[in-house]
């Protein structure tokens, strides 16, 4: 089970994040997790929505350069230590995390992985009996 990412690419200056938020917002999507990477000429913003397909269309009708990647969301006990465990399952079979972000709901921290193996990833998880989220769990 992947959930569907956006990464916006934009340039870095002042109310860009804002035009986009304001974007999403004025068409009804919803955004349930994001991250902000920078570098000295653009950013990255890192998307979870709740619809993908609308988001890419309305974000590109906006000029904002879009697109879709397949990632793993779980979830783990919001806890010292507990992602730890699963990220060491992950390490003893090599896989690569290219990047991730995370948020905490009350008792539950929700992980959002970029694998270089996705699949590998997911059986890896899935033998561990990790949590593994759809978007409509979010």
Do not use: W
């Not at 709740?50 to 990632?71: G, N, Q, W």
């Not at 193996?117 to 759809?134: A, Q, S």
């Amino acid at each position: 089970m992947t959930i569907r990412q956006l990464s916006v690419f934009l340039e870095n200056k002042t109310g860009r994040i804002n035009e986009v938020v304001r974007t999403l917002g004025g068409n009804g999507i919803n955004m349930h997790a994001f991250s902000m990477a920078e570098t000295a000429d653009f950013g990255i913003l890192r998307l979870i929505v709740s619809d993908v397909d609308k988001a890419i269309e309305v974000l590109r009708a906006h000029d904002f350069a879009v697109m879709s990647t397949d990632v793993v969301c779980l979830s783990c006990d919001n806890v010292p230590g507990s992602l730890a465990v699963i990220l060491e399952y992950l390490a003893e079979e090599q896989i690569f995390i290219e990047y991730m972000y995370a948020f905490a709901q009350n008792e539950q921290a929700h992980v959002v992985i970029k694998p270089n193996d996705l699949k590998h990833c997911l059986e890896v998880l899935e033998k561990n009996h990790c949590t593994i989220l759809t978007r409509e769990k979010l």
